[in-house]
């Protein structure tokens, strides 16, 4: 069971990364459906930094850079230019994807060098899984590589900035309505822009997971769907970062729970693929719903969605 | 002598054709309640746009404590220490109180609760407010909402507070709690601008007063030493002959009948409050009123356009509570409504003259395609009788003037030969010709038998172009009266909500 | 810096704004492709002689235009009310579902009926699949981007599991596929084109006609306009929102089923391989008009077809194409705002003095 879990862990965290990603860019108001892009964009960039560097810390920084450079690109034609949000986030999946697979080619079958991956073996302190009965919870969340650490530590974060700092309660505010943010004097603009990109940085970090821990070398759709789970998952969450890390780690299982399933042979077809069918069932069930009851804590940010003007007469 | 801490010195505004301020000069004092008093459109909202860094003036000057300034931005005029307490809060419903008076402060970056929440308070003691500051403001009344506006604005630190309509939803006690909290502002060496349109809150809070009418400053008063009467006068001015001349036809049967009807607006204020009247065939039926008195709703819910709370509307013995909005049409009903951006319901901009046209007949064209030939002759037709400027009528019509969007839209409507024509604002913004070409066309539907509701802010033409006038106040009809025997100062008493009956105990304001 | 709205753009304006968008795109598109290694003007010159070069490619490209064409024209519709239907993929998904089960597991049906009774199948099955959204939309206010966007994977997966379960074919062992298609169930062709040609041109020719002079089409032009006008005209806005999906995901489905009649040949996940995105750029890209659909269908797939060359041909990355494609969507995008706004780089004027 331990392993198990300790494996959806891992498997949750590009998911934890991109459901980040995707809430900073909801809670400034913006529905960015090009987390899938960002994604791959911070994949292939983290992968040819590190096959270049070696160098652990230049690769995240390189996928940060990368995923927030094509979040840049999205809220300059959002923000500033007032884009349809839809397409245009459509228009930045479709980029990415192309742009990391084109640049992904010449990265295929080339392999991470050693002095590299040892910086993302587990690390953990020894006797944290002796302890009498919350051993082995530590042991699942503990004994992870910096990566995972890395996810735990921006969730805290996150969880800390937007609740307790002056900064998340302002962001907060630009996203539910723009018009209040903006007469109580707060840069309506300089919030979307930073909170867009910090959102695209995140998901690129979540790529970027996928290429040089998980799998780990470049492929074509390393991403495989996960951008379009974590935009199900925010809503599913609830917009909540803590709420996104459990998420992201029952998705996680239940991702590689389908195949552990196939080796037992239940008697009930608990299809995989229905497995995977989930988060998106679960999604929509909440947008529905949040949708007939009207309940507040688990709206969606009122202004989503919505670009905003101060409107001259 | 007390500091003078806002002087707004000739400070003109445009919009387009539309002057809104003209040569404003006004002043507030440290510690007055400054009240600006006004009809509809006579720019009061224009000008403490101005300070609240909304709108910047064309041209004058702005003085805040005696240094002019040039403010350009909300966030600028909070850090001169001017507050808005907007008539629509800009609240967040979902933050807590507390939450809503730190949001855009520039103070440290961690807000922990106890030491904000302990500064607030101390604010609140300061000014004798009382509030839960952990409770979310979807949660709250809509006094405690207000209370929060206020408080925030305090917590700024601001000296300077504009209130715009601040009790269009209050009750009379909270109205009180208001004023209260108002006085010991102002004594603290707050200065306070209160915008209304109810002369006696006028009367009973504050220190000076100032009218303005059409964009201009008409006069400033000392408080004590005018009346309602006197305010009144400034606000409508004298009666202008207009020699619209008024036509006297038969009235015929009854045509709409409404009972006590009663309708729910924002935060569940009625926003029509048991209001009854009778509107007979060949007959205009003017309606006054403040913006916001419910003419809106009036209009809409006779379409089906507005839920009805209680009450009962009946046109030609039927009661249409209840009906989609096109079986009335079907009925004969015809409603246009012009709203101050002229192209918010009624007329789909994009489209050109001939599919505006289409919009209400189409469905009683057989099949299921669409015939523009009538549609077409019906432009042409509503074209040339109110000489309408386009291009062409295959222009879209969002590229037409205002006045001639309005055309568009009435002569659609007056096309359709209704028996029931309710028409709000529909010289709104034209020049006189075309409203002349306006008012001609409305004594010829009532010749033909229509019965007319018309919404309108001039008073003048109400006195001249209608049969009987009602007067409505925040939902309630202050009075139904005969044109001839009723004065404009009559009708902006009613207006301020002095009921027909009241007037007529007192001076004499009806025409021997 | 102030942002100041047009008048109003002439034709002439427009165009050239549009134009320059294009242009930037290839430029800096041709950057990227410099910095990855390759030589822009070959790429470019190549995938356009592969997508146009021969009789061979031509009718490649035209295979690629016809599902983009009626994706695009079912997005239409739906974009026209102002419902955001990113559920292309899915409603695809869904009609080539239900053409499938006809094709494979109904067997009582007269031969030469197969094909017509598949696109009605594929027609309604994506037509609900659309109207599931519409309704929630309809009476609750349900965000429609979201739902559609989920309802894809779910459509996605339910293929999936088909393929690798209940409909796996038997006879192939080792690979999960469904069976194919039996001779009658299959698209005939013209001109060496499946029939999915003529029926994307005939679809043009109805929606037009549909959006322009019918009830039902006026009726999406206001509610997607102004609602607040449609409901003062007495319109039945919920009607309308539903029946107007019904019509998005069955043209939707229409595609599905020529794609697995046509070009599949059996049911896979592939068979929307990405058009019911692509198919959101081209609509808007065509400004909501079902003629200018065709024009632009037609130019990418000249982009999709060209990249599809360049790899099979050459060994220059199909992803090549996926940029230029991403690169033009940002530029037009972009170029949308310079349609209806102007800058205007000025200093904040003081308020002069007392006149």
């Known amino acids: 069971m331990i392993p198990f879990l300790k494996n959806a862990v891992i498997s949750g965290t590009p998911l934890t990364f991109a459901i980040l990603g995707a809430m900073y860019n909801e809670k400034a108001g913006n529905l960015n459906l090009g987390i899938e892009g960002m994604m791959l964009l911070g994949a292939v960039a983290g992968f040819q930094v590190a096959i270049l560097t070696e160098n652990p810390i230049l690769a995240l920084l390189a996928a940060m850079i990368f995923g927030a450079l094509g979040a840049l690109i999205y809220a300059f034609l959002t923000v500033t230019l007032r884009t349809n949000q839809s397409v245009t986030g459509l228009a930045l999946t479709i980029f990415g994807t192309g742009l990391s697979r084109f640049w992904g080619k010449r990265l295929m079958g080339t392999v991470l060098p050693e002095s590299f991956s040892r910086n993302f073996r587990p690390v953990s302190l020894p006797f944290l899984s002796k302890i009498p009965v919350l051993g082995p919870v530590f042991s699942v969340f503990l004994e992870q590589d910096l990566f995972v650490y890395l996810s735990y530590l921006i969730v805290i974060l996150s969880g800390i900035y937007l609740y307790y700092t002056r900064f998340g309660l302002n962001l907060r505010a630009v996203g539910e309505n723009t018009a209040a943010a903006d007469a109580s004097g707060i840069n309506v603009t300089l919030y979307k822009y930073v909170h867009i990109l910090i959102g695209g940085a995140l998901c690129g970090l979540g790529g970027a997971y996928l290429s040089l821990v998980y799998v780990p070398s470049w492929q074509d759709n390393i991403t495989s769907g996960r951008g379009w789970i974590a935009i199900a998952l925010v809503i599913f969450t609830s917009w909540s970062p803590y709420r996104a890390f459990w998420g992201a780690f029952l998705f996680g299982g239940l991702d590689i729970v389908g195949f552990r399933i196939q080796t037992l042979n239940l008697p009930i077809s608990l299809n995989q693929h229905f497995l995977r069918m989930l988060p998106y069932i679960a999604t929509i069930l909440v947008i529905i719903v949040g949708a007939i009851r009207k309940s507040t804590s688990h709206m969606p940010p009122g202004n989503l969605g919505n670009p905003y003007f101060r409107e001259e007469r | 002598m007390n500091k003078t801490y806002v002087e707004m010195k000739n400070i003109c505004k445009t919009f387009g054709v539309i002057r809104a301020n003209r040569n404003v000069n006004f002043s507030v004092y440290e510690g007055e309640i400054h009240g600006l008093l006004g009809e509809n459109g006579a720019g009061k909202s224009t000008l403490v746009n101005m300070l609240s860094g909304i709108y910047t003036p064309d041209s004058g000057s702005i003085f805040i404590h005696g240094e002019q300034v040039n403010i350009h931005s909300p966030k600028h005029a909070i850090e001169l220490g001017i507050g808005m307490i907007h008539q629509h809060f800009k609240l967040i419903d979902v933050l807590t109180a507390a939450e809503n008076v730190l949001l855009g402060h520039s103070q440290s970056v961690f807000i922990s609760n106890k030491s904000r929440i302990k500064s607030i308070q101390n604010v609140m003691e300061k000014y004798g407010m009382e509030i839960d500051l952990n409770k979310r403001i979807m949660d709250m009344s809509v006094s405690e909402k207000q209370t929060v506006e206020i408080l925030k604005v305090l917590y700024r630190g601001s000296k300077i507070l504009i209130l715009d309509e601040p009790t269009a939803v209050l009750t009379p006690q909270e109205i009180d709690k208001l004023f209260t909290v108002l006085k010991n502002l102002a004594e603290t060496g707050c200065a306070i601008i209160i915008i209304t349109h109810k002369l006696n809150e006028i009367m009973s809070v504050t220190d000076r007063v100032t009218v303005l009418r059409q964009g201009e400053t008409v006069s400033t008063l000392e408080t004590r030493k005018t009346n309602i009467r006197e305010l009144t006068e400034l606000m409508v001015g004298k009666p202008v002959n207009l020699s619209i001349e008024r036509i006297h036809s038969r009235k015929g049967d009854l045509l709409l009948s409404v009972k006590g009807l009663t309708a729910l607006g924002e935060h569940n204020v009625p926003v029509l409050d048991n209001v009854t009247f009778d509107l007979y065939e060949g007959e205009i039926l003017g309606v006054a009123g403040v913006a916001g008195s419910g003419q809106k709703e009036l209009c809409e819910t006779i379409a089906g356009l507005y839920p009805v709370e209680k009450g009962d509307i009946y046109f030609k013995g039927e009661n249409i509570v209840g009906f989609s909005p096109r079986e009335i049409i079907k009925r004969g009903v015809s409603m246009s409504f012009i709203p101050e951006d002229r192209l918010g319901m009624g007329l789909v901009p994009s489209m050109n003259m001939i599919d505006n046209m289409l919009l209400k007949d189409y469905v009683n064209q057989p099949g299921i395609t669409v015939n523009r030939k009538p549609a077409k002759e019906k432009a042409e037709r509503v074209s040339k009788r109110l000489e309408i400027q386009a291009p062409s009528i295959y222009t879209a019509i969002r590229k037409l003037s205002g006045g001639n969007i309005q055309k568009v839209l009435l002569g659609r409507e007056i096309d359709a030969n209704p028996h029931l024509l309710i028409t709000a604002y529909p010289v709104r913004g034209l020049d006189i010709g075309a409203s002349y070409n306006i008012y001609d066309l409305l004594k010829e539907q009532k010749q033909k038998g229509v019965g007319i509701l018309y919404i309108g802010e001039d008073l003048d033409v109400l006195i001249e172009l209608c049969d009987r006038i009602m007067v409505l106040c925040d939902g309630k009809v202050t009075g139904i009266t005969g044109s001839e025997s009723i004065t404009k100062e009559g009708l902006g008493l009613m207006m301020a909500g002095e009921t027909l009956s009241s007037i007529k105990k007192g001076d004499v304001v009806c025409k021997s | ?355």
């Open chain 3, 1 to 355: 810096m102030q942002i100041i709205k047009r008048e109003g753009t002439s034709t002439k304006q427009i165009i050239m704004i549009r134009l320059i968008a294009i242009i930037a795109a290839i430029i800096v598109s041709g950057i990227f492709i410099v910095f990855l290694g390759y030589n822009p003007v070959k790429v470019y010159v190549n995938m356009i002689s592969g997508a146009l070069g021969s009789k061979i490619r031509f009718r490649a490209t035209l295979l690629e235009m016809v599902p983009l064409v009626i994706t695009s024209l079912g997005i239409l519709v739906a974009f026209k009310m102002k419902f955001w239907n990113i559920g292309g993929e899915g409603q695809i998904l869904m009609g080539a579902f239900g053409a499938t089960y006809i094709a494979l597991f109904v067997d009582w049906i007269p031969k030469p009926l197969v094909i017509p009774v598949m696109f009605i199948v594929g027609f309604l099955a994506g037509g609900i699949w659309g109207i599931i959204p519409a309704f929630f939309k309809a009476n609750f206010g349900a965000n429609e981007t979201i739902m559609t966007l989920m309802l894809n994977y779910i459509a996605t997966q339910w293929i999936t599991y088909l393929q690798y379960g209940p409909w796996r074919d038997p006879d192939l062992k080792g690979f999960a596929k469904i069976a194919n298609f039996p001779d009658h169930a299959l698209l005939p062709k013209v001109f060496g084109i499946h029939i999915g040609l003529i029926i994307s041109l005939v679809l043009v020719i109805i929606i037009s006609w549909f959006l322009r002079r019918t009830k039902r089409g006026f009726e999406i032009s206001v509610v997607g306009e102004s609602v607040s006008t449609a409901r003062y005209a007495g319109m039945d806005i919920s009607r309308i929102i539903i029946t107007t999906m019904l019509l998005s995901g069955g043209l939707c489905g229409i595609t599905g089923v020529i794609q697995a009649a046509g070009v599949n040949k059996t049911l896979t996940m592939n068979v929307s391989s990405g058009y019911g995105f692509t198919a959101v750029i081209t609509t808007y890209l065509s400004g909501l008009r079902a003629q200018r659909v065709l024009i632009v269908s037609f130019l990418f797939a000249i982009l999709l077809q060209g990249g599809s060359y360049i790899q099979s041909a050459l060994q220059i990355p199909q992803a090549a194409a996926d940029v230029l494609q991403g690169m033009i969507l940002f530029c037009a995008l972009g170029s949308e705002f310079f349609v209806n706004y102007k800058v205007r780089f000025r200093k904040n004027s003081i308020s002069s003095e007392v006149k």
